[in-house]
């Protein structure tokens, strides 16, 4: 998220470190509408974590920008944006995923209705041969 504000004395500014590491869309997600972090990027410590690999990519590959924040000017902070390329790169894999789920509950839904449609198979199959030994029996005792 943007930070447009100060933060209260002591309070701590999100770091890139914050940002997940599970994947490089997740990674590209996080700054989808912006995200206010602090410019400690050159710090060792920093520069030592994979999210600062993975910062450095994005930004070489056009997939971010990063500027300085102009709302606290006093504060050492910079603005993260995720860029249209990102964004289209981001959207690819999570429609890929979506699909997959989307795939994976209409099989389940297709097995249910196939194992529903063989129990009311049973069902009339068992009520039609009643009712034709009903009426065959009937006919039995008529035919007497």
Known sequence: MLILK???QGSI???????PITNYPDFLNFFRGGHTIDDNL???NIQDTVQYTMFNTAIASGHLTKLKNMAIPDEFLADIFL????SELGQTVFD???CEIAVAEARKSMAMFRQRD???KREMEG????VLLRKSTMMWITSI
Do not use: M
């Open 13 to 19: 500014y999100p770091q890139i470190t914050q940002a």
């Open 83 to 86: 860029t249209e390329s990102g």
């Open 42 to 44: 050159g710090a060792r």
């Open 118 to 120: 063989t129990e009311a």
């Open 96 to 98: 890929r995923k979506f």
């Open 6 to 8: 100060k933060l209260p």
């Open 127 to 130: 009520t039609l041969n009643s």
